[in-house]
């Protein structure tokens, strides 16, 4: 996994989000150096005496299918609608919790949320 502090992590969590929503569009050998460094935590020098090749190559691959991942999302915005989705069905709940227990849509309105959520869940496995 990349090192380094917050930053890294945060770039860690995106990159694998990413991989969640387009890993079907990436090549055999982008999906798997990604899921190796990325998910599986290999090291750069792991991956390249896995695959026979440079570590820098190996750097080289992983950095351009990042690219290709951030160009994915740039056009087709799937995470950006996902994490919007998220937020909404987080403030909706946050309004229904806060109606009284008496309140004769309460218990509907939070089956409705709790179903968007599933729903925006299985979309993206």
């Known amino acids: 996994m990349t090192s380094g502090g ?3 992590l945060d770039k860690t969590n995106r990159i694998n989000l990413l991989f969640d929503f387009y890993e ?10 990604l899921m190796q460094y990325f998910i599986e935590d290999f090291s750069l020098g792991e991956i390249a005496a ?12 992983i950095k351009r299918a990042q690219t290709v991942l951030e160009g994915y999302e740039a056009k087709l915005g799937l995470l ?3 994490e919007t989705l998220r937020r909404a069905m987080d403030g909706l709940e946050a309004c229904v919790k806060a109606l009284p227990d008496d309140s004769r849509h ?3 309105l939070l ?3 709790e179903s968007l959520r599933q729903a ?3 979309r993206i496995k």
């Open 6 to 8: 917050p930053d890294a």
């Open 24 to 33: 079907p569009l990436l090549t055999d050998k982008q999906r798997t150096f």
């Open 50 to 61: 896995d695959f026979g090749i440079s570590r820098q190559a190996v750097y080289e691959h």
């Open 80 to 82: 950006t609608r996902h």
């Open 106 to 108: 309460k218990s509907e």
């Open 111 to 113: 089956g409705i949320a």
């Open 120 to 122: 925006e869940q299985t």
